[in-house]
């Protein structure tokens, strides 16, 4: 199937971190492609990848770095997809450094971001579907569904003690 989601990341490390978005997208049946695409490794193939996104089918980048994360940003300067950026829990810093190289975009070039680690993974996901399901209704169906199944999960638990 044609994807419509690229899940990109800047080191395969950070896999770890971002399966959880392919989990999510997986679930909600959202076709997607995986890559490694580092800003400083392999600047040359971000430019393309993120240039020729849109002209692929691609509807909506996930970018997941760690660090210096640069990659969500420089994404969003070769595409006008929406980039969907996610803050890898770095050693040094926590992933407060992540934070903030991300989500302090100067105006005019935007990227939506998310959590620190795989609340964020499993956040961008289901934000893309949200995207996605404005033009395909059978993402925002399954979207629905994730949310009633989220909802009767936790009625259905009242008591933590209980298993
Ligand atoms: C960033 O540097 C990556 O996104 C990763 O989170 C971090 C460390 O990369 P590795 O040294 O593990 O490849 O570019």
Redesign the pocket.
Known sequence: MQPLVGLI??????WETLQHAAETLERLGVPHEVRVV????TPDLLFEYAAEAEERGLEVLIA??????H?PGMAAAKTALPVLGVP?Q?KALNGVD?LLSIVQMPAGVPTGTLAIGRSGAVNAALLAASILGNKHPEIRRALHDYRREQTEDVLARPDPREE
């Open positions: 990341m800047g080191s395969a490390s950070d580092s800003a400083h490794r997941g770095a760690g660090g210096a994360a990659l890898v770095s992540s």
